[in-house]
């Protein structure tokens, strides 16, 4: 294994604490903006977060273009290496075309700087068994083999056809890059079947309501959530990692308090456009109404017209 490979996949494997799902930035006609990036990063770093999740469901990744990502992904790591180069920073690159998911793989490969590429299961054509599904991630460790790849795992908007636990145990013996996965699913009993059946397999765990039964019962030490774009958020869950072993009424406070602020973001049904407006509000608020990301693009809202 090449050694630029391992040390990327020590440093996936070795995270702990908070990574946010990112939003993206839009201007006022819906096109990638990217002057916020570098406010944005250090509002995060200042409230606990440590690592990038760029281009997921929180960041729109599908409505969003491939020159788009390259963009955005340019712009992330430029304010990466400026300010904070510890700081993780993985990509989804899932696309409906296999084509394109290959081409922004290989892109953003060359670009360089980036930690570890996240792939969601067949959008539209589903496999039919374990291997398929592993045949389907080798396309991708093929076209970045020095790239770590994380599986990313949301039944709420994406269902596999297959076992994933006996998909993800074949992944990790024939795809070297295969080392983990974002875990976003509240089914606790699924997460503790491939946490005790996949091993040496880092998971992140990324749906908030969860994310103490995760570390108390799995010991899971790292997460990849929506709402550490918040401030405070991403120090709520820095405090359950520490205080896990000696204060757990304190940890149940900080659990109830993500999944309290949550909550309030899906109490109308548009938890992402919610999401976008309350980030804006707390800019504004701070006195750094030029950092605003826009709306989201349809189909959650309708604002944009292209």
Do not use: W
Request: aromatic share 10%; net charge neutral.
């Amino acid at each position: 294994m090449a050694a630029n490979l391992q040390k990327k996949i020590s440093k996936v494997q070795n995270f702990t604490g908070a990574a946010v799902a990112t939003l993206t930035p839009f201007d006022h006609s819906g096109n990638i903006n990217v002057e916020p990036i570098e406010g944005y990063i250090k509002h995060l770093k200042a409230n606990g977060v440590e690592g990038l999740y760029v281009h997921g469901t929180t960041g729109e990744g599908f409505s969003l273009t491939n020159p788009e990502k390259l963009i955005l992904a340019k712009a992330y790591k430029a304010a990466i290496a400026k300010h904070y180069p510890e700081m993780l920073f993985i990509l989804n690159i899932t696309s409906t075309c296999m084509k394109e998911t290959l081409e922004l793989a290989r892109d953003l490969e060359v670009l360089g700087g980036i930690d570890a590429f996240a792939l969601l299961p067949p959008l539209f054509f589903k496999v039919s068994s374990p291997q398929g599904l592993v045949d389907y991630m080798k396309l991708v460790g093929n076209a970045a083999p020095n790239t770590p790849l994380l599986y990313y795992y949301i039944p709420s908007f994406v269902t596999e056809n297959v076992n994933i636990v006996e998909a993800l145990k074949l992944g990790v013996e024939q795809i070297p890059q295969l080392v983990g996965m974002k875990y976003s699913s509240p089914d606790i009993i699924t997460f503790g079947l491939i946490h005790e059946g996949v091993k040496n397999f880092k998971i992140f765990c990324g749906f908030e309501d969860v994310l103490l039964s995760a570390l108390v019962t799995f010991n899971c030490q790292a997460a990849v959530g929506a709402i550490f774009s918040l401030p405070g958020y991403g120090k709520r869950y820095r405090n359950m990692l520490d205080n896990v072993s000696k204060n757990l009424e304190l940890c149940r406070k900080e659990q109830a308090a993500l999944t309290s602020g949550c909550g309030e973001l899906r109490k109308d049904g548009k938890f992402f456009s919610a999401l976008k407006e309350k980030v804006n509000q707390e800019f504004v608020q701070s006195g750094n109404p030029n950092i605003n990301f826009g709306y989201t693009r349809s189909p959650i809202d309708f604002k944009y017209s292209f």
